[in-house]
């Protein structure tokens, strides 16, 4: 991994925080003819969020862009994280499979990749992960409930879409043919630090989200998502947003760091809601062996 983000909550959860709804944003007015009342934004939001918890199944492609840059300190910073992820959720049988392809570049012109696949089926977390497309590597964990909220990506908006939110209606867009209210959403720092203490992993170093400053770690944000007028599911959701921080900020030494930036940008679509799905578990995969992979 890149050493910067040692230095940063771990991977799952700078995902998890790019899922996360906005906090310094411009208001962007929506068109001309297509204003709708608090209430009707409300009403909106609130079928959504019933809609996403009782959607069984589903897929999502996502595609995210980590950009770190660390001055001082002992090794200065500079590299890139690609990831593109793809996923299917059966929330109905319990069973999820991920599939990420990862490029992680660092300062001198390193560059590694990793491919990581991901099963939860009965009672087990299964994990392929591949180096170069030279070495595989199978691990299970069993199954916890947080291990399987946190997973859950799709299922995870519902927290955000039922939160005290301010919410921004900027008009209609067509996503595949699928006319969509189109909304950026604002939280309140309440409302967005007890999202982030529960997205924390198991087996790390809890951070105490609601004693940081997060409007002066946050520099700017920009989330949106689309929501199927017909059905009210979310469709898609694209987030932006830079970090940046001093060692006092994160509760890290001074001789870490002497300034960090963070840029994350993520894209993900949602298809095939309630489409009957297979998940097949490889047969090597049952010869795991147990190990932790939180």
Known sequence: MLTGIKRMPPLLLVMALAFAVVSCVQEEPAPEGEELSQEEIEQILANTATA????????????????????GGEQPLEGTLAMNTSGVVDKA??????????????????KVRMATEF???????????SLFNLLDQWGKTRLTEEMWNRLDMV???VELLTSPLEVNYLGSEDISGVPCYV????????????????QQLSGTEKIEWVALNLNEIFKEWSYKCWIAKDSYL????EADML?????????????DFENETINIALAMIVYDHNTPVAIVLPEEALEAPEMDIN
């Open 52 to 71: 996403t918890a009782e959607v069984d199944t589903c897929k999502f492609d996502a595609d995210m862009t980590v950009t770190i840059k660390a001055t």
């Open 119 to 129: 099963y939860l089926a009965g009672e087990w977390v299964y994990a392929k992960m």
């Open 93 to 110: 049988n319990r069973e999820m499979q991920t599939t990420t392809d990862m490029t992680q570049e660092a300062t001198g012109g390193v």
């Open 234 to 237: 979310l469709v898609k959701l």
């Open 155 to 157: 299922g995870g908006q």
């Open 183 to 198: 909304m950026q959403l604002m939280p309140t720092t309440e409302a967005l630090s007890n999202w982030l203490n529960q």
């Open 243 to 255: 970090l940046e921080m001093s060692p006092n900020e994160v509760g890290a030494s001074p001789g």
